[in-house]
């Protein structure tokens, strides 16, 4: 069965620390991954995808399908990336996304 | 920007009571979607809804819930006697087809909060 798994809850940085939120999947068809954001009192919002292979608000995630992960990575936080991260997995059938439980982000200053 | 809109933002309502929640997609996107979110969970997948029929449903989406899309702008989900458990953040969505075919983008509406007393 198709499956999102973001193993933390929280992870909290101070401030110029490196981030990496962690996404592992299980899928058995071709996956394709999508890393959605929701700030405080905001709407969901995407924030990358896999296919497109961009760096946004200088995160970037790289698609490892050896490992089945698709990990989202900054070199130096920030304070306003604090936010809730949601890993999220296309299922070609139903035109769907599964997503992950969610990481919340917390930069300290 | 065009923007997913949804109503009511809260809604309060006795145990077995019907309610409707409805949402405005993006006046060009072709899918819809309903999502819910309870409290500290995750956001859970419930419908998904094309060319004026359900493609998609999830095992939640029981006879108990309905979408329709009553004109060409509003999408509605209608929760009939409604159970404690079914409070929770719901989310409305919408994407759009480009070329034929799906980029995978969903818009979010801000969604609707249910409580259930």
């Known amino acids: 069965a198709q499956r999102v798994t973001q193993p933390e809850k929280l992870l909290s940085v101070f401030k110029g620390a490196p981030v990496e939120l962690k996404c592992n999947y299980s899928y058995s068809g071709s996956p394709e991954l999508f890393w959605y954001v929701q700030y405080s009192r905001q709407r969901l919002q995407l924030l990358l995808r896999?296919?497109s292979r961009e760096s946004i608000k200088g995160f970037t995630a790289d698609l490892n399908k050896g490992e089945t992960s698709f990990h989202l990575k900054k070199p130096f936080a920030q304070e306003e990336d604090s936010a809730m991260y949601y890993c999220a997995l296309h299922l070609e059938y139903g035109n769907k996304l599964v997503f992950g439980a969610g990481t919340i982000l917390r930069v300290k200053s | 920007e065009p923007e997913v809109t949804q109503t009511p933002s809260h809604q309060v309502t006795q145990m077995g009571q019907e309610v409707i929640l409805r949402c405005v997609p993006i006046?060009?996107?072709?899918?819809f979607y309903w999502y819910r979110q309870i409290l500290g969970q995750k956001v859970e997948f419930l419908v998904s809804?094309?060319?004026?029929?359900?493609?998609?449903k999830s095992e939640i989406f029981d006879d108990q819930f309905s979408v329709e899309r009553p004109d060409g702008s509003n999408f509605t989900l209608k929760i009939r006697s409604t159970k404690l458990e079914d409070s929770a953040m719901y989310f409305c969505?919408?994407?759009?087809?480009?070329?034929?075919?799906?980029?995978?983008?969903?818009?979010f509406g801000e969604g609707s909060r249910l409580t259930v007393l």
């Open positions: 896999h296919i």
């Open positions: 006046s060009n996107h072709l899918y």
């Open positions: 809804f094309y060319n004026n029929e359900i493609s998609e």
């Open positions: 969505a919408s994407s759009e087809s480009t070329s034929g075919q799906y980029t995978g983008e969903l818009f």
